[in-house]
């Protein structure tokens, strides 16, 4: 597609997906012009704790990054370190490399829609087939 000789169709395409990331500008930095694609977390007056900007991609790294200003800004003393980094998210809980295959031989789905079940749902394919069989 980054090639000017291969002509691009519609029909070629299968899906498209956009997004906006705002920037945001960092209220400590001393340049005010300076914006940020990282994010940003700020403590009000009132001691509201905000976080903003960011990308979809360091959303561990801004909650924890949230969480640790909340205990400072709180003088709290946590009794674990921050285990973000090892949590697994929602599906990920069970997973293995065969998890496609599996739902393929389980509820006879198509290779491609077992492996983007598996992809975007992890373990929770499971429930997702059972509820469309």
């Given amino acids: 597609y980054l090639n000017n000789k ?12 956009s997004g906006l990331r705002p920037l ?29 900007g960011g990308k ?18 709180n003088s709290l003393a946590p009794t674990t370190p921050c285990c973000t980094a090892g949590m697994k998210v929602e599906g990920g809980q069970h997973y293995h ?12 789905f198509d290779s491609e829609v077992a492996t983007h079940l598996a992809h975007n749902y992890g373990t929770q394919a499971h429930e997702l087939a059972r509820w469309l069989s």
């Fill in 24 to 52: 945001v500008r960092d209220p400590n930095a001393k340049n005010s012009a300076a914006l940020s694609r990282n994010h940003v977390v700020e403590t009000s007056e009132s001691g509201m704790v905000t976080i903003a």
């Fill in 6 to 17: 291969i002509k691009v169709r519609r029909g070629d395409v299968l899906a498209a997906w």
């Fill in 97 to 108: 490399p065969n998890l496609a295959i599996q739902l393929c031989q389980q509820y006879g």
């Fill in 56 to 73: 979809w991609t360091t959303y561990r790294k801004m909650a924890e990054d949230a969480i640790d200003t909340v205990i400072r800004d």
